[in-house]
């Protein structure tokens, strides 16, 4: 047994040892000064993207290469200025309007269920629907103005009455010829169906076959004239059947004359109304359409006349067939659109045929009910859309790579369960020539390019925007130009030097690390927003100055800590049993995070072990209970190798140990903790106490390394809070990995304790260095023989764990 003299002598190295990883308050310190800002008045600030060289590189190379499937991916964290970035980039980079083009819809002439497509110059649409508009005045003054010429009417009157001359003078032969045999013809009424009838005259009067019959049968008629009359008739009846259809064939040829007298007579004037289109438009597709309306023209001239019908066979309004409809108009465009899409839904995307109610209570879409979407709506130039919203509708998503893969786009109906085969019109495709820029979070591209072949090919650029960027004095001096601008645009009160600070501060915190400041712009303005609002509430104040920020950022804790509050009231009412003073043997403060995802937290969490002889190596008492997550797993598997690698190289490790983070009841998942289930492990092996003043924080390797973990300056400020509601005692203080001082922005709460001793921060590369923190006793070095300096932590347990595997081989000896 260790003397008393030599327990003291012991622990006073041990302590010495300590004060070794203690960390100066300069080293803890964290702040900006005003000297560091440089001068904040000046210019006047313009805007600028801060922080993104990449993905602003990567943004102009996508947008400069007109190489099919250039499209952009932009990736980052919300908040990071995504949106702003992309706009600004593609308004420097938008073109002139030359490459534009007007879409059109008209009639199709030969399928009405397929409209053409036709492309202008941007503002020649209108000037093509207007030029038909006046087209169709000027066939109805020409049509009615073909009716009044001399000329045609002296022709058209020669057809009709060679025509009515010719079917008189037949019509009188037969008639003849009927009298002259004893019949008379009667010709049917407008009213009346079917052909004139043939009546026998007797005795002057004309009688019809029934009434022959009955004077048949009265015998005062003979069978020989009955039968004499009725071979008349039938042969009377074949003729007026023949003469009924030379007098059609005349009718229609009288009609075929005059239409070729109207063509002939309108053809000149009607080619001369159309050459100012020819001469306008150019564009073979125009041309060809130009050439379907001039022949569809010259078949329907009914409809420009005075007593035209006011629908076609269609039930359409006459001359709607020739209306033009503009799905895309850049008449008063000035560069290459850009559209942001924040509603990609299909018809939204790619445009909707708008359904008209017919008399059959059916809905059809006819052309001049076409209506572009989006995609159309940024032709020529660029779309931007959300990843998350448009992946929601499938069918848009899908449709939109078919679109980007075949270089065209339909406006078809939109696909609904149910739908009627062939509803809906087909309209032709129009060519497409977009940028597609779709933000969203890295994860989504990931997914998308590692599981879908058209990604990779439609999305070869990934535009990463970054969460932070370099502190340096040009990036804080675009800091103070961003600060100032929103001031300036959203009316805001000044900054004080102080302010400009306080808020720089704040955006090197957001980071986690000192060298870096935030690229979460959103949450910087949020922020000086929130500032002026408390500056404004103080009497007298002019500026935002660094009381302002501090009240701002209080008040949003104040907001966000109900649930500190609730664990702080655990803890003191004993409800938790947490420990900052004393030592216990397999028990530690560990340091839990708590991340609500707008506001993250730590506060402490007891973890404890219990080890024995046996030989089921380190029980995870979380993963048992299905609490444990894989990070954690993973992070007890690299104890126990530890555990062998350092003191069972020689021996078999003889233990049956289990871990358990106490009063948890939620799943515990990440390693940060694994450096202080070590701890306690060690502890419970050696029955040496561990200091319950101390926190401990960071990851362990096989090797016995301390790693940094995140969340460094919550979990201090956590222990701290907790300290400050139980007693501080001067003692008390938090065990970090030293890779996490660059990460230490802690409270200005915390820095002042520091400062006058009453809380401390210890950074640790190793095991040793810790556990002779936790036990005011040296950890003890291997030597050249292999073993441990007598009574050093290692040495203690190298020989706990020597004697429990002398035991188990006892037990199996036995």
């Known amino acids: 047994m260790m003397s008393a003299m030599g327990q003291n002598e012991k622990v006073s190295s041990g302590a010495s040892h300590a004060a070794a990883y203690r960390l100066p308050s300069e080293q803890v310190r964290f702040t900006i000064s005003e000297e560091e800002l440089g001068p904040i008045n000046g210019e006047q600030p313009s805007f600028d993207i801060i922080g993104q060289p990449r993905a602003m590189r990567a943004l102009r190379m996508a947008v400069r290469i007109g190489a099919k499937g250039y499209n952009v991916f932009a990736t980052g964290p919300a908040g990071t200025g995504k949106r702003t970035a992309i706009m600004r980039v593609l308004e420097e980079e938008a073109r002139g309007v030359d490459h534009l083009r007007d879409i059109v819809y008209v009639y199709g002439f030969e399928q009405e269920e397929r409209p053409p497509v036709l492309c202008f110059k941007p503002g020649d649409a209108r000037v093509f629907r207007n030029m038909i508009s006046e087209l169709m005045v000027k066939l109805k003054e020409l049509v009615q103005e073909l009716l009044e010429r001399q000329a045609f009417k002296t022709e058209k009157d020669r057809i009709l009455l060679s025509t009515e001359g010719w079917e008189n003078r037949l019509v009188r032969e037969f008639e003849s010829r009927l009298s002259e045999d004893g019949f008379v013809v009667e010709h049917a009424s407008e009213t009346e169906e079917g052909l004139a009838e043939l009546y026998p005259i007797v005795d002057g009067d004309p009688v019809s076959f029934e009434e022959l019959q009955r004077m048949l049968t009265a015998g005062r008629l003979d069978e020989a004239e009955w039968n004499e009359k009725r071979e008349k008739y039938h042969k009377y009846m074949d003729e007026l059947q023949t003469i009924y259809q030379k007098l059609q064939v005349n009718r229609q040829n009288m009609e075929q004359s005059l239409d070729e007298l109207t063509l002939q007579t309108i053809d ?109 709506r940024a032709n020529g130039g660029y779309l931007v859309l959300r990843a998350e919203d448009l992946l929601e509708e499938e069918e848009a998503w899908i449709t939109l790579k078919r679109a980007l893969q075949d270089g065209v786009t339909e406006i078809r109906p939109t696909p609904m369960p149910f739908q009627p085969f062939g509803v809906g019109l087909k309209p032709w495709p129009v060519p497409l020539q977009v940028k597609v820029i779709v933000m969203g979070p890295d994860s989504v591209y990931d997914v998308l390019y590692n599981t879908d072949e058209e990604v990779q090919k439609l999305f070869k650029v990934p535009a990463e925007f970054d969460s932070s960027m370099d502190r340096t004095p040009e990036s804080i001096r675009q800091y103070t130009r961003f600060l100032q601008l929103t001031v300036r645009e959203e009316g805001l009160l000044p900054l004080s030097p102080g302010g400009v600070a306080a808020i720089v501060e704040h955006g090197v915190r957001l980071t986690e690390f000192r060298a870096k400041l935030t690229t979460r712009f959103s949450a910087i303005a949020d922020l000086l927003r929130e500032a002026d609002y408390f500056a404004r509430s103080r009497d007298g104040s002019a500026e935002i100055d660094r009381e302002a920020v501090e009240a701002a950022l209080n008040e949003r804790k104040f907001l966000y800590s109900l649930p500190e509050e609730k664990i702080d009231e655990q803890i003191i009412g004993r409800e938790l049993l947490i420990e900052v003073t004393g030592s216990a043997v397999g028990r530690i403060n560990g340091l839990a995070i708590l991340d609500r995802g707008y506001y993250a937290f730590a506060r402490p969490m007891l973890i404890t072990a219990r080890s024995s002889v046996g030989d089921d190596g380190i029980i995870n008492i979380e993963r048992e209970s299905g609490l444990s997550g894989e990070i954690h797993d993973k992070g007890v598997y690299i104890i126990e190798g530890f555990l062998r690698s350092t003191y069972a190289r020689d021996i078999p490790l003889s233990l049956r140990a289990s871990i358990a983070f106490e009063q948890s009841y939620i799943e515990v998942d990440g390693d940060s903790a694994s450096s202080s289930e070590v701890y306690a492990l060690l502890s419970s092996i050696t029955d040496i106490p561990l200091r319950q003043d101390i926190a401990v924080t960071g990851s362990v390797n096989q090797m016995g390394e301390v790693q940094p973990v995140g969340g460094i300056s919550e979990k201090i400020e956590g222990f701290f809070e907790v300290c400050s509601r139980l007693g501080m005692t001067g003692d008390q203080g938090v065990i970090i990995p030293a890779g996490n001082i660059p990460n230490l922005i802690v409270s200005r709460d915390v820095q002042k304790a520091v400062d006058t001793g009453q809380f401390h921060i210890y950074a640790v590369h190793t095991i040793d260095e810790g556990i002779s923190i936790l036990t005011g006793l040296s950890a003890g070095t291997r030597t050249g023989d292999g073993s441990f300096p007598a009574g050093s932590v290692n040495a203690r347990v190298q020989d706990s764990l020597l004697t429990m595997a002398r035991q188990m081989k006892s037990f199996s000896d036995d």
């Open 268 to 376: 000149p004037d009607l080619k001369e109304a159309f050459a100012p289109l020819r001469a306008r438009f150019e564009e073979a597709e125009v041309q060809r359409y130009l050439d379907r309306l001039f022949a569809d023209v010259r078949l329907n001239l009914r409809y420009f006349l005075p007593d035209a019908p006011a629908k076609d066979e269609d039930e359409n309004p006459a001359l709607s067939r020739y209306h033009v409809n503009i799905v895309v108009d850049h008449a008063e465009t000035e560069k290459a659109p850009i559209v942001f899409e924040s509603n990609p839904d299909y018809p939204t995307l790619f445009g909707t045929q708008e359904p008209v109610p017919e008399g059959s209570h059916e809905h059809r879409s006819g052309f001049m009910m076409l209506r572009a979407g989006s995609l159309l």
